[in-house]
């Protein structure tokens, strides 16, 4: 396959590092069937034209009803398919070889470290910029994609950067390559670039995360420390590239003029997910697919990325507006459910005395990788706590203790208790003490200072937190299931078989009485009516 043509043709040794590299991802079968698609029959090449128009974005129009887009931004979807040639695959006279062409694929899509990713991602996201027009501040020592990367971001360059990884994660999931241009719905993402300002500007105390407007903040991001804030909070975001530039290839396999028309379908319902009224927007859900790794990743993904059967309500098994409030409405819509779980909740606290001046709303995020169970103490493996609104942080376990999840309902079969365990759902600390306690009524949560709690990595879940625990009045509480399709059908057995038991517990088979002139219920009746009547004692 390939350059090759013949058994007999030698194969160069560069020709053999490349392959043996892409079939170490599986990909090579891939690459062969996408070359022969794409390349001349003349000069076994492919010209630089077919696959810039692959690697094109045809988007037009890009909204968000939350933020404001750069006038640059369309601009720089525009130049991307360029920038990924110029950077990734290297073209001879006659058009990219079939080892260029393996070649480019392992630089985006083989085997890496974190490192290395996200250089190749900010490499094409510098190269775009400058084609767009706009100056970038990143400056790169050479060539080499290990190389020192020095220099800063703004604000609205760490906003365009997102926006790009979700258009190009946005292609390579819901659509192929489309000869029509068609509108990109953008999320809000104001909460994850806050988290970089906050995590890596030098900001202080003048950075009012409750009503910031982003284009008009003037502060330098240093690239070293946007990295760290990378790995550490959105380690996935690389991937979004190598995804793209593997979905895009595939999708030129069984198409070889490399075109197809996307689906109605799926742009609508690309608009209805990208304003959705849910706490779990299609923004927060990408940022905490962001976050994750595996097939939970991928669940939670199908929020902001839906297929033509997926809808938004498939995996929301609790709303507290929806289904009503408090732990026993919450706990017959969950029971059963024994995969990955995602409890988001939002309050608002402030200082009631001044009125509604000083309220602040919030909005905390829990996720467990188990359902919830009636205990009176703690459990789990694992899971990670999520700030998510204003500023969204990720807090993952410690190592250090397990208390991971506490949910416990009213104890059943005792009439008495001397020390009662807390009736509600904590997350971290210790009993009593718990980092995230919600009362059995859902009405209010108290958060505590991670000083009480060694089970998820020390931070505030919200601005200004403070060291004292805080009271706040819930205002929405939803749970996602994650488990995929198996978890539900085997939370629908469940309750299908409790539904069972609960009806033939309401059914009365007179058949097993005995006759009514014996039966005890008679003489009651009898002595009721006429309690001096002289009755027989069988003896």
């Known amino acids: 396959m390939g350059a090759s043509t013949s058994t007999e043709q030698k194969v160069s040794i560069e020709q053999r590092e490349a392959e043996a590299l892409a079939a170490s991802t599986g990909a090579l079968s891939m690459l062969q069937k996408s070359f022969s698609s794409l390349a001349h029959p003349d000069s076994n090449a492919i010209p630089l034209n077919s696959l810039q128009q692959c690697f094109s974005l045809t988007y037009k129009n890009p909204v968000c009803e939350a933020l404001t887009v750069p006038d640059s931004f369309p601009m720089l979807l525009d130049h991307l398919g360029s ?14 070889s079939w080892v260029e ?40 020592e050479s060539d080499d994609v290990e190389c020192k990367i020095t220099g800063s971001l703004k604000p609205m360059d760490v906003l365009m950067l997102l926006w790009m990884c979700w258009a190009i994660s946005w292609n390579s999931r819901t659509s192929k390559i489309s000869k029509e241009k068609i509108d990109l719905p953008l999320p809000d993402i104001n909460q994850i670039v806050l988290s970089a300002i906050v995590s ?43 995804q793209f530039v593997y979905a ?62 997926d809808g ?79 500023v969204f942080h990720v807090y993952p376990p410690t190592g250090k203790e397990k208390n991971f999840v506490y949910s416990h309902l009213h104890p059943t079969g005792r009439a008495y208790e001397p020390k009662p365990k807390p009736v509600g759902i904590g997350f971290g600390g210790s009993l009593g003490n718990e980092r995230i306690f919600i009362d059995e009524d859902f009405s209010k949560v108290t958060i505590r200072h991670h000083a009480a709690d060694k089970t998820y990595q020390p931070g505030s879940l919200f601005p200004d937190q403070g060291f004292l625990p805080v009271e706040a009045l819930i205002s929405e509480v939803e749970v996602w299931g994650l488990g995929g399709r198996s978890a539900k059908d085997v939370q629908d057995s469940y309750k299908k078989r409790e539904q069972l038991f609960t009806d033939q517990r309401r059914k009365v088979d007179l058949k097993t009485f005995a006759n009514w002139e014996d039966s005890p219920e008679k003489m009651m009746m009898d002595m009721v009516s006429d309690p001096n009547a002289v009755r027989r004692e069988d003896r």
Not at 83 to 96: P, Y
Not at 289 to 295: E, F, K, P, Q, V
Not at 378 to 389: E, M, R
Request: with cysteine; hydrophobic share 40%.
């Open 248 to 309: 895009i290839l595939k999708n030129c396999v069984s198409h070889k003029d490399g075109l197809e028309c996307s689906t109605s379908s799926v742009v609508e319902n690309a608009s209805t997910m990208a304003y959705s009224s849910h706490l779990l927007s299609s923004g927060m859900a990408w940022a905490i697919s962001l976050a994750l790794r595996g097939t939970i990743s991928e669940e939670i993904s199908k929020v902001c990325f839906p297929s033509e059967t």
């Open 101 to 140: 062409f393996v070649r480019g694929y392992n630089k985006c899509c083989a085997r890496m470290s974190a490192s290395m990713s996200l250089n190749i991602l900010l490499r094409v996201f510098a190269v775009t910029l400058q084609k767009a027009g706009s100056p970038s501040n990143l400056e790169f």
């Open 312 to 390: 938004i309500d498939k995996n929301l098994l609790y709303r507290s507006s929806l289904h009503g409030r408090g732990l026993n409405r919450f706990w017959s819509n969950i029971e059963g459910y024994q995969g990955p779980l995602l409890m988001l909740f939002s309050a608002t606290s402030g200082d009631a005395s001044d009125g509604r001046a000083n309220e602040r709303k919030w909005t905390v995020g829990a996720l467990t990788n188990q359902g919830f169970e009636n205990k009176d103490l703690f459990y789990g493996s694992s899971g990670n706590l999520y700030a998510i609104s204003p």
């Open 200 to 242: 890596c500007a030098d900001v202080g105390s003048g950075l009012n995360v409750w009503d910031c407007q982003l284009s008009g903040l003037e502060v330098e991001l240093p690239v070293g420390k946007f990295l760290s804030w990378v790995v550490r909070t959105v380690p996935s975001l690389p991937d979004c590239f190598s």
């Open 83 to 96: 920038s990924i040639l110029d950077l990734i695959f290297i073209s001879e006279k006659g058009g990219v």
